[in-house]
């Protein structure tokens, strides 16, 4: 349906903006790429709605300019600017069927009656609403009304598809369903996708690029894996999932990263040391850690006791401390579980050195 | 909201005493009244006979009717817009709108009404005015006629139909709005073909408000129709304490109030309760 030409590139420079005194965005500046996927990432009142709306037109920044393929769009007006948009409660036309609702973008753009037909048509084969064409909004389930307003922003084939928190109020295996379909939604249709959510999961399940915020400002933007596996920082790192961290002392430079003291016992990371040196923090993902009866000499490792289990069904949570109190949690299988609860509860806590980063110590 | 069966029970309770003084206040005397227009001056059905036979029973009948309709459409046009900048206009425009709308009940119908006929008579302020600057020649009858009727009528009631439209207008979500405009539609196109359909049960709340209330008008008719444009109320009261045709009366009063019940019926039908105010 839609030339991958047509996508379109948008650049922020410096964005900000202010509520009164309310700072709710600070000198943001990002880069969405034609055709690709950004996922909005951060807590409740971070700022990701205001970013969306101030894509969309409906919000002027305090500060900073908007460009789209090129051209600067910070003064354009919302209608002007063609931006398909999904609200967040999804702000179908309440009096307006199905058909109608999806009809409307081409209407406006005074398309012919059989172009609308055909289109319409089209859509709503799309997304799976055919026998429901007829139907209020207020007729439909929520997953329903949600793909209603997908249609409707995808109609009249936006440059760009903004969506804020889409599936915030659809049950989990539903969301799921809505997950997989945007994904193919994104890849037949070749759009920009702007999307907004506070669920982490499904931002790295979803997107091209992550772009994680907080208070307003923007922490980092990067690939899933880079910035699940090497946050900028701590808010990052704990943002994105459950995360161990380990103090370690007398960071320094080494052959292939950097090495220091972690309780007592060399470990060695694979990142550089250049911007962390001394004392540090070393973090390592849950799932990236293993539960082994002695470390061999040379491995990163930890000595840890069982303190307690959480059984998850596909493998089991386990809670560990350190011999000087550090919380460690990592997620093992099952049988590993029971076996190191058993055994007089103290193992060692092993890991690849690629899987362990440093952060700052103390703040961000 | 709906509230738990221990709310509505408290609230009902809390009402029984306004109730019980409507019924004796309204309920019962009106029983005396459809007594009346059974029994005077000859039992039976004769009055309603005659109701229907009588050309200038009749002609009132229709007089009220196409007064109503106009002063609705004209009171509602004005009212939407003047709702539109008291709930959507920047705060110097909302102060401005709200003051529109509450002066007019600081003032009573009466002393409006004469204030009208000071406007509008033959050497009122505005014929005196079109004369000196020469744009007509003789004064135009604007008063003593139904065109004064409608003026005073729908500045009466101008406030009346604001209150559900606001009601209709706080109520639509924003984002509906925002979402018209995002997919394209200009300003214009967003409130013809978003703004005003998603206010509908506002404007039909508003609409059936003052068409019940123009329908029981005494006063405004009386001073600004000049005895011309007699309506139903005045007629039931020249019945009454002039003519006196009792039985008469009291059937058209009878009639009157069946239609305003068939209306009020209608009108909550498509309007809760809580919308009109
Ligand atoms: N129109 C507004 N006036 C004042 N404060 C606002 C307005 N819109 C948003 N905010 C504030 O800006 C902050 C960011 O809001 P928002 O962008 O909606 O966050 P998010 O979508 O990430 O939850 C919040 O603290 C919110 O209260
Ligand atoms: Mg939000």
């Given at each position: 349906?839609?030339?991958?030409?047509?996508?379109?590139?948008?650049?922020?420079?410096?964005?900000?903006?202010?509520?009164?005194?309310?700072?709710?965005?600070?000198?943001?500046?990002?880069?969405?790429?034609?055709?690709?996927?950004?996922?909005?990432?951060?807590?409740?009142?971070?700022?990701?709605?205001?970013?969306?709306?101030?894509?969309?037109?409906?919000?002027?920044?305090?500060?900073?300019?908007?460009?789209?393929?090129?051209?600067?769009?910070?003064?354009?007006?919302?209608?002007?600017?063609?931006?398909?948009?999904?609200?967040?409660?999804?702000?179908?036309?309440?009096?307006?069927?199905?058909?109608?609702?999806i009809a409307f973008p081409l209407k406006v753009r005074k398309k012919t009656a059989a172009e609308i037909k055909l289109r319409v048509g089209e859509m709503i084969e799309r997304v799976g609403l055919r026998g429901h064409e007829k139907?209020?909004?207020?007729?439909?389930?929520?997953?329903?009304?949600?793909?209603?307003?997908?249609?409707?922003?995808?109609?009249?084939?936006?440059?760009?598809?903004?969506?804020?928190?889409?599936?915030?109020?659809?049950?989990?295996?539903?969301?799921?369903?809505?997950?997989?379909?945007?994904?193919?939604?994104?890849?037949?249709?070749?759009?920009?996708?702007?999307?907004?959510?506070?669920?982490?999961?499904?931002?790295?399940?979803l997107s091209s690029r992550v772009a994680i915020f907080n208070h307003g400002k923007l922490l980092q933007v990067g690939r899933p894996d880079e910035v699940y596996d090497r946050p900028a920082n701590r808010f990052v790192a704990e943002f994105l999932g459950e995360i161990n961290m380990l103090p370690v002392?007398?960071?320094?430079?080494?052959?292939?990263?950097?090495?220091?003291?972690?309780?007592?016992?060399?470990?060695?990371?694979?990142?550089?040391?250049?911007?962390?040196?001394?004392?540090?923090?070393?973090?390592?993902?849950?799932?990236?850690?293993?539960?082994?009866?002695?470390?061999?000499?040379?491995?990163?490792?930890?000595?840890?006791?069982?303190?307690?289990?959480?059984?998850?069904?596909?493998?089991?949570?386990?809670?560990?401390?350190?011999?000087?109190?550090?919380?460690?949690?990592?997620?093992?299988?099952?049988?590993?579980?029971?076996?190191?609860?058993?055994?007089?509860?103290?193992?060692?806590?092993?890991?690849?050195?690629?899987?362990?980063?440093?952060?700052?110590?103390?703040?961000? | 909201?709906?509230?738990?069966?221990?709310?509505?029970?408290?609230?009902?309770?809390?009402?029984?005493?306004?109730?019980?003084?409507?019924?004796?206040?309204?309920?019962?005397?009106?029983?005396?009244?459809?007594?009346?227009?059974?029994?005077?001056?000859?039992?039976?059905?004769?009055?309603?006979?005659?109701?229907?036979?009588?050309?200038?029973?009749?002609?009132?009948?229709?007089?009220?009717?196409?007064?109503?309709?106009?002063?609705?459409?004209?009171?509602?046009?004005?009212?939407?817009?003047?709702?539109?900048?008291?709930?959507?206009?920047?705060?110097?425009?909302?102060?401005?709108?709200?003051?529109?709308?509450?002066?007019?009940?600081?003032?009573?119908?009466?002393?409006?009404?004469?204030?009208?006929?000071?406007?509008?008579?033959?050497?009122?302020?505005?014929?005196?005015?079109?004369?000196?600057?020469?744009?007509?020649?003789?004064?135009?009858?604007?008063?003593?006629?139904?065109?004064?009727?409608?003026?005073?009528?729908?500045?009466?009631?101008?406030?009346?139909?604001?209150?559900?439209?606001?009601?209709?207008?706080?109520?639509?979500?924003?984002?509906?709005?925002?979402?018209?405009?995002?997919?394209?539609?200009?300003?214009?196109?967003?409130?013809?073909?978003?703004?005003?359909?998603?206010?509908?049960?506002?404007?039909?709340?508003?609409?059936?408000?003052?068409?019940?209330?123009?329908?029981?008008?005494?006063?405004?008719?009386?001073?600004?129709?000049?005895?011309?444009?007699?309506?139903?109320?005045?007629?039931?009261?020249?019945?009454?304490?002039?003519?006196?045709?009792?039985?008469?009366?009291?059937?058209?009063?009878?009639?009157?109030?069946?239609?305003?019940?068939?209306?009020?019926?209608?009108?909550?039908?498509?309007?809760?309760?809580?919308?009109?105010?």
């Amino acid at each position: 349906m839609q030339q991958p030409g047509r996508a379109a590139e948008i650049k922020a420079n410096g964005i900000g903006k202010s509520f009164g005194s309310f700072r709710a965005l600070d000198d943001l500046t990002l880069d969405i790429g034609r055709g690709e996927f950004l996922t909005l990432l951060g807590p409740s009142g971070s700022g990701k709605t205001t970013f969306l709306m101030i894509l969309a037109g409906f919000v002027q920044p305090s500060e900073g300019r908007l460009f789209s393929d090129g051209a600067d769009i910070t003064d354009r007006p919302a209608e002007q600017r063609a931006a398909g948009m999904v609200f967040q409660g999804y702000a179908l036309f309440p009096h307006m069927s199905v058909e109608q609702n999806i009809a409307f973008p081409l209407k406006v753009r005074k398309k012919t009656a059989a172009e609308i037909k055909l289109r319409v048509g089209e859509m709503i084969e799309r997304v799976g609403l055919r026998g429901h064409e007829k139907k209020l909004p207020a007729q439909l389930s929520g997953g329903q009304q949600q793909r209603v307003a997908l249609a409707r922003a995808l109609v009249f084939e936006p440059g760009v598809l903004l969506l804020d928190e889409p599936f915030s109020a659809l049950d989990k295996s539903l969301r799921g369903q809505m997950q997989a379909e945007m994904k193919r939604l994104h890849q037949e249709t070749g759009t920009t996708f702007v999307f907004v959510t506070h669920d982490q999961s499904e931002a790295l399940a979803l997107s091209s690029r992550v772009a994680i915020f907080n208070h307003g400002k923007l922490l980092q933007v990067g690939r899933p894996d880079e910035v699940y596996d090497r946050p900028a920082n701590r808010f990052v790192a704990e943002f994105l999932g459950e995360i161990n961290m380990l103090p370690v002392k007398g960071v320094r430079p080494a052959d292939n990263g950097a090495t220091g003291l972690c309780e007592d016992r060399a470990v060695n990371m694979r990142c550089k040391a250049e911007e962390i040196k001394g004392d540090a923090i070393l973090a390592i993902r849950p799932e990236h850690m293993s539960i082994a009866p002695e470390a061999a000499a040379g491995e990163n490792g930890i000595a840890a006791t069982a303190i307690g289990s959480t059984y998850l069904g596909a493998a089991t949570k386990l809670d560990l401390t350190t011999r000087q109190g550090a919380k460690v949690t990592v997620s093992v299988p099952n049988e590993v579980a029971a076996a190191a609860l058993s055994k007089g509860n103290s193992v060692w806590l092993t890991w690849p050195a690629e899987k362990g980063f440093l952060l700052p110590e103390g703040g961000q | 909201m709906r509230g738990t069966l221990s709310d509505r029970t408290g609230a009902a309770l809390l009402m029984a005493p306004l109730l019980l003084f409507l019924v004796l206040a309204y309920a019962w005397p009106f029983l005396g009244v459809v007594k009346w227009s059974f029994t005077l001056p000859t039992p039976g059905l004769g009055q309603y006979g005659a109701l229907v036979s009588d050309p200038l029973v009749q002609s009132v009948f229709i007089r009220t009717l196409r007064i109503a309709a106009i002063v609705t459409v004209v009171s509602v046009t004005a009212a939407y817009a003047i709702t539109v900048v008291w709930v959507r206009g920047s705060p110097v425009q909302r102060v401005l709108a709200e003051f529109c709308i509450l002066v007019p009940f600081w003032i009573s119908v009466l002393t409006r009404a004469f204030g009208w006929v000071a406007l509008l008579s033959n050497r009122g302020l505005i014929n005196t005015w079109l004369q000196s600057i020469g744009f007509i020649s003789e004064p135009l009858t604007l008063v003593r006629n139904e065109f004064g009727v409608v003026v005073g009528m729908t500045h009466f009631l101008i406030p009346f139909a604001v209150f559900p439209l606001a009601s209709a207008m706080r109520s639509l979500d924003e984002r509906v709005l925002l979402a018209a405009r995002g997919l394209g539609s200009s300003r214009m196109r967003t409130f013809w073909t978003v703004f005003v359909p998603m206010t509908r049960s506002g404007i039909i709340g508003s609409a059936l408000i003052v068409f019940v209330f123009s329908l029981g008008f005494f006063v405004t008719p009386a001073i600004l129709g000049g005895g011309r444009s007699v309506m139903i109320a005045e007629l039931i009261y020249l019945r009454i304490f002039q003519s006196p045709d009792w039985g008469l009366g009291a059937a058209i009063s009878v009639v009157l109030v069946i239609f305003v019940g068939a209306l009020m019926a209608l009108l909550f039908r498509h309007v809760r309760p809580r919308q009109l105010v």
